[in-house]
């Protein structure tokens, strides 16, 4: 069965990588198939996932003037080690999707906070040609755009965010809410014309600020937005992750909001710890298997691939 996946952090590790290897050793983490990156090209063959997001993210304590840096070269190793692969396409547009061949894996850039961009829209802009598609306004630490959920003043959004989320809006770019605090939640939700949830969970079910409470759910399904369930074991349960464990997340939504705005989003490559089973992309078939099982083919196909098709490719924003 087809996978969309919405968040992964493999251009962290490659770059990450790259920079360790430049002087020590001929061989860097290989795209293709290194074992150290669970979204490398051959799991994400194995696991059938048919469109891949690849998220830029720029680690909080690097200094200011060397994030740009570190956001162009995982650009870079996007375009020279993903796209290098014989089976991958470029996303530009959401459209393109629906043009995939068989076999071909369909690569999406984005950007996952916007400390790279410092208060530069000039940047951003650079960003959204070099194929940017969504955008995160904040890891969980604040920037000149919005505050993340890590931190507790809960400010919402600066001036400069309100412009920067025009400029997303002129170019038909996703706002993405995870890791937004819920101040800032409101004003996206009130200022932004196309939203996403690339990787959370429902708050109700289980109670870590990285989730979303029931009004945000509702309020983004309302403007035509997803919710991407994401596999990181602290936001699904307590303790060991099975499985199953995602089922009360995926029950929740499905009261909540029904069942044409939940899809995936693994957050692969970004996390310490693992449901069992679904340790990488290459697994991916064990969900399938068994949402088949417990919900059914039709549903199963919708959560997997087919909302996303719904609700962004065949209207493809662009």
């Known amino acids: 069965m087809q ?13 990450s990588d790259r920079r360790r290897t ?13 074992a150290e990156l669970e979204t490398n090209a051959d ?13 830029i993210f720029i680690p909080p304590l690097l200094p200011d003037n060397e994030k740009w840096q570190h956001a ?3 650009v870079d190793c996007f375009y020279n080690e993903v796209l290098s692969q014989d089976n991958f396409v470029h996303i530009r547009r959401f459209g393109e999707i629906s043009q995939l061949e068989d076999g071909q894996i369909g690569a999406v850039l984005t950007l996952e906070g916007a400390d790279a961009v410092g208060n530069d829209l000039v940047k951003l802009r650079t960003l959204f040609r070099l194929g940017v598609l969504s955008v995160g306004l904040t890891w969980n630490n604040a920037n000149l755009v919005a505050d993340g959920v890590g931190e507790t003043r809960n400010t919402g959004l600066t001036e400069f965010g309100l412009q920067f989320i025009d400029c997303c809006n002129n170019h038909n770019v996703l706002v993405d809410i995870s890791h937004l605090n819920p101040e800032g939640v409101d004003v996206v939700m009130d200022r932004a014309d196309h939203v996403i949830a690339t990787h959370s969970n429902a708050r109700t079910v289980f109670d870590h600020p990285r ?7 509702r309020t983004l399904v309302g403007k035509g937005g997803m919710i991407n369930i994401v596999f990181n074991p602290p936001f699904i349960t ?46 991916y078939q064990n969900l399938a298997d068994m949402l088949i099982k417990r919900y059914g083919e039709n549903f199963a196909r919708k959560m997997t691939h087919g909302n996303f098709i719904s609700n962004y490719v065949e209207k493809d924003l662009s």
């Not at 969309?4 to 770059?15: E, R, Y």
């Not at 020590?24 to 198939?33: A, E, G, L, S, T």
């Not at 799991?43 to 998220?55: H, I, N, P, S, Y």
């Open 3 to 15: 996978i969309i996946d919405t968040h992964c952090d493999a251009l962290l590790k490659l770059q």
């Open 43 to 55: 799991r994400l063959a194995e696991g059938q996932v048919k469109v891949q997001f690849f998220a």
């Open 238 to 283: 307590e303790g060991d992750a099975q499985i199953e464990d995602l089922f009360p997340h995926i029950d929740h939504i499905l009261d909540l909001v029904g069942e044409d705005a939940i899809g995936l989003g693994s957050d692969f490559d970004g996390i310490a710890s693992y449901v069992e089973g679904l340790e990488h992309a290459g697994q």
């Open 72 to 74: 162009l070269e995982q």
């Open 22 to 34: 430049y002087s020590f050793r001929d061989r860097m983490v290989d795209f293709k198939d290194g």
């Open 211 to 217: 989730n979303l409470c029931d009004d945000q759910i």
